[in-house]
């Protein structure tokens, strides 16, 4: 804790130094002039810079408030802070880089350190990155900053089946290859990973979020089994992304001093992304889907889940682009997002009727953006969720305003 209040202090020093002269102080904004890719995300946010200073020093901070109803019965309306992020880059020398992302969550109630790796460049194809890493397992695991989102609210696929930000010490690979308007990367990585508590929570349920409260995958390996995670993506500069990717691995303890415990169990994740924006009307298109296979024991009640699957489809349609309100360049949108997730894919042993655990969601919304760095979000979600004897689903509705920036 003594650590992350130095690092407070210092980016407030810093902070201050930018307010009081601004002939040192260099905003570098976001990279624009290359062919940019999901896997850029991490390094593609705008910095300050002061002078000959090595450490460039960024972040982003979320708020909204909300008035949420479940068939009939709301708590009112409430406000959040959901999170405040910093970032912190430096080039160490030339091709080795330094980058970290510190998370605080629900006003503090969390500290989290999303991405702390160094990297070395040898070639552009082939380049090191070690410490934590950020799985790169879909596109909204690496690309999930709040000012680039219309929505306020983090898609059901991307945090309880991928659990949000999920990120683990490790070592890996990465590159790219271009060559006119087209572009191929890939990643490959072998971290710290999930644990049995994706079985044995409290939720009752398949559920892989449980396994991000276990702090000690940042100390040790749980099993001494490493998760392994690859991704390959190609990008075209007329057309978009699309990228597929993989992580999976052992989650259970299988063994202790010798002793056999039980066979080793595993766990698999598939996610295939893409996005593209329509020619002459702009319309932006983005969308993930994800599966996830766990081998959950025969003594486990059907209740938990071995297939999951779910995504989400965004369309954001820019409708004024011109100066507003003395803001130039600033945009009108017109956003709509649907999402899918299925938690327990399959039938009953004894019935052969289907297990019914899933939400289906609609949000439609509308931002305002003065710059491309600040986002001001209003949307209205509705979701209809079925628990797994297939009841009729319960029904949440309500509304969402809030704004997110980067500073």
């Known amino acids: ?224 089994v490493p998760l392994v995670t690859t991704k390959t993506a190609i990008r075209h500069r007329k057309v978009g992304e699309i990228g597929v990717s993989w992580m999976g691995g052992v989650y259970n303890k299988f063994e202790e001093d010798g002793l056999v415990l039980d066979k080793q169990r595993r766990i698999d994740l598939y996610a295939i992304d893409l996005n593209t924006a329509l020619p002459k009307i702009n319309t932006y298109i983005n969308g993930e889907w994800v599966w996830a296979f766990v081998d959950v024991p025969g003594t486990y009640s059907q209740a938990f889940g071995n297939k999951l699957q779910g995504g989400f489809l965004d369309i954001v349609q820019p409708v004024l682009k011109r100066k507003i309100l003395g803001w130039e360049n600033s945009t009108l949108n017109f956003a709509f997002r649907t999402e899918y997730v299925d938690y327990n894919v399959g039938s009953f042993n004894e019935t052969q009727t289907n297990i019914a655990d899933h939400i289906v969601t609609i949000v439609p919304g509308i931002s305002f953006r003065p710059s491309q760095q600040t986002v001001i979000r209003f949307n209205y979600r509705y979701h209809w969720q079925t628990d797994l004897l297939g009841n009729p689903a319960s029904r949440t509705a309500g509304f969402q305003f809030g704004f997110s920036t980067y500073f």
């Open 1 to 224: 804790m003594k650590k992350v209040l130095l690092l407070i202090l210092l980016f407030i020093n810093l902070l201050f130094f930018a307010q009081t002269d601004s002939s040192f102080v260099k905003r570098t904004p976001a990279d624009t002039s290359k062919l940019k890719m999901n896997m850029d995300a991490v390094y593609n946010r705008p910095f300050l810079t002061m002078g000959k200073f090595p450490v460039a020093v960024g972040g982003y901070v979320e708020a909204n408030s909300s008035y949420f109803g479940t068939d009939g019965v709301t708590e009112g309306l409430s406000f959040q802070i959901p999170r405040l992020t910093i970032f912190l880059s430096s080039t160490i020398k030339k091709r080795i880089k330094f980058l970290s992302e510190i998370e605080f969550e629900e006003g503090g109630k969390e500290i989290n350190i999303e991405f702390a790796s160094m990297d070395i460049e040898l070639h552009p194809l082939l380049n090191l990155r070690g410490g934590v890493i950020m799985n790169p397992i879909g596109a909204f695991n690496q690309n999930h900053d709040g000012p680039k989102w219309e929505f306020i609210s983090r898609p059901f696929s991307a945090t309880t089946i991928i659990p949000s930000t999920w990120s683990n010490v490790g070592f890996g690979l990465f590159g790219k290859y271009a060559k006119s308007n087209l572009i191929w990367a890939y990643e490959a990585y072998l971290t710290n990973g999930f644990d049995d508590k994706i079985i044995s929570n409290t939720q009752g349920r398949t559920w892989l979020p449980e396994s991000k409260k276990n702090p000690e995958r940042f100390e040790e390996s749980f099993n001494g």
